[in-house]
């Protein structure tokens, strides 16, 4: 089970991997318009250098056509580094661009799938990974817990090595329930985890503890204090 920061914002990288158990950054164009006008491959040149052995970086192409997704896969792959996981929607044409990428030995997550169909096609093209939108899935009435227990089946089923990178949440249920529906990886807002993380009742727990022992042994609460 693996948590991935879905953003490219340097500060809450550093911050959020300081805390958390996280293995690696996801991004897309419109995450990426976020920042603003960003000189694009040095961002991404620097969060690279801030990962640990064994993160993965998935970064998406911006052309629709064949010829423009796989140029701007042999440029992110050129410039920002060769693990780098290419991520290319699960279309009539990117299906065609992952079989390609995976012929030339490239990291592929497919991304932007609402559909089982897309899912298993990508799995059968070889895809590293496969991103499901959860919360836009829902959103179109589709029950996406279903769909990533279904793509973890065929995945078990055909002894595939794809992986599951679910992505698109808007709350943490959508997220346990991912994992638990049997999704590897799960890609998140930063702010998302520490909003569950943080929550009233948690806080009221660990006030009240340490009011507890500060009302028998005093403030300070240093074992060589007693
Ligand atoms: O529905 P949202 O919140 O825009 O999320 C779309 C998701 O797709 C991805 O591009 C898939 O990796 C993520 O970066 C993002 O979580």
């Known amino acids: 089970m693996r948590f991935l920061l879905d953003t490219i914002n340097i500060p809450d990288i550093k911050r959020y991997s300081s805390h958390l158990p996280i293995s690696g ?113 829902q959103s179109s009435g589709i029950d996406a817990e279903d769909v990533i227990r279904s793509f ?13 990178l679910a992505a698109s949440f808007h709350n943490v249920i959508q997220v346990t329930t991912a994992l638990e529906a049997g999704a590897d990886a799960v890609t998140l807002p930063p702010a998302l985890l520490k909003n569950a993380i943080d929550i009233a009742p948690v806080e009221q727990a660990v006030s009240d503890f340490s009011a507890d022992w500060a009302a028998v042994f005093g403030a300070g609460n240093y074992i060589d204090r007693l």
């Open 25 to 137: 950054i996801t991004c897309n164009p419109s995450i990426i318009k976020a920042e603003g006008h960003i000189d694009f491959y040095k961002q991404m040149q620097d969060i690279y250098g801030l990962l640990n052995p064994g993160d993965t970086f998935h970064i998406q192409v911006s052309g629709t056509t064949k010829e423009q997704m796989l140029w701007d896969a042999h440029a992110i792959i050129q410039r920002i580094g060769n693990d780098i996981s290419i991520k290319v929607p699960t279309t009539f044409t990117g299906l065609q661009v992952i079989k390609q990428l995976k012929e030339e030995g490239i990291n592929v997550t497919a991304t932007a799938i609402y559909t089982k169909i897309q899912g298993l096609l990508a799995i059968a093209a070889g895809a590293d990974y496969i991103a499901p939108y959860y919360n836009r899935m």
């Open 152 to 164: 973890h089946q065929a995945i078990v089923r055909d002894d595939s090595d794809t992986k599951i």
